[in-house]
């Protein structure tokens, strides 16, 4: 069983606060992943990190940052959440196990739903 | 750039039956492609996924998909529907060699499972 937990599962908060989505794994995973899920939507990437110090925007534009200074962490930040945020965020991580380049399994995270008003 | 079409954002099936959900991919290169169960209030898990060896791969709680090159496809079967099959069931593509991991989701199946 994957081993990747994202704090808190629940945020409700007002516009204009500053937020921070957190995922840790403990799997020593090198890529780790940032993805928004609206209710009967595909997941569309957002973040990447293929490691330490190693962060790229996805497909969907956000104004979220992340960061990753430990291979176990990278956290999501919302410097000022709009009602516009409101989503779920799923957090995953993967490992080239199989020697071969895309063919990675990705573990997720059980979601943080956030709710700005 | 890949994309992924799941057919019908709904299905229905009576217990015992047939499950089949549908995927259609597009990819400029050859594909590495995947199918992910979401159960409510928790993150998605793999359930199989195809590297190009065999065509036909198995998956855990009896699902199969049979990737279908000159269809375009990668379908979801079940012979027969169990209630804890009820979830969001999606597709999901990545672009092989050049996708570093990085995958591309379809729109969901949510099934549903009448006893």
């Known amino acids: 069983e994957a081993d990747i937990y994202q704090t808190p599962r629940y945020l409700v908060i007002g516009t204009g606060k500053k937020i921070t989505l957190e995922c840790s794994q403990t799997?020593?995973?090198?890529?780790m992943y940032w993805y928004q899920q609206d209710p009967g939507m595909e997941l569309h990437l957002i973040h990447y990190s293929y490691g330490v110090n190693s962060t790229e925007k996805g497909d969907l534009s956000s104004e979220s940052t992340v960061s990753r200074i430990r291979t176990e962490h990278f956290p999501l930040t919302l410097e000022s959440a709009r009602p516009s945020h409101t989503s779920q965020y799923l957090c995953?991580?993967?490992?080239?196990?199989?020697?071969?380049?895309?063919?990675?399994?990705?573990?997720f995270g059980p979601g943080t739903r956030l709710t700005v008003l | 750039a890949q994309s992924v079409t799941q057919l019908g954002s709904h299905v229905s099936v009576s217990e015992g039956a047939l499950v089949l959900l549908r995927c259609n991919y597009s990819?400029?290169?050859?594909?590495?492609l995947f199918w992910y169960v979401q159960y409510p209030n928790q993150g998605l898990q793999l359930l199989l996924k195809?590297?190009?060896?065999?065509?036909l791969v198995k998956g855990i709680n009896g699902f199969e998909a049979e990737f279908k090159k000159s269809e375009t496809s990668f379908h979801l079967t079940k012979p027969s529907a169990h209630m804890s099959d009820a979830a969001e069931y999606f597709c999901?593509?990545?672009?092989?060699?050049?996708?570093?991991?990085?995958?591309?989701f379809g729109q969901g199946t949510i099934l549903t499972v009448h006893p």
């Open positions: 990819s400029s290169v050859p594909p590495y």
């Open positions: 995953a991580s993967s490992d080239e196990t199989s020697g071969i380049t895309g063919t990675d399994t990705q573990y």
């Open positions: 195809y590297t190009s060896a065999a065509t």
């Open positions: 999901a593509v990545s672009a092989g060699g050049t996708s570093y991991g990085k995958l591309t």
């Open positions: 799997m020593g995973h090198d890529k």
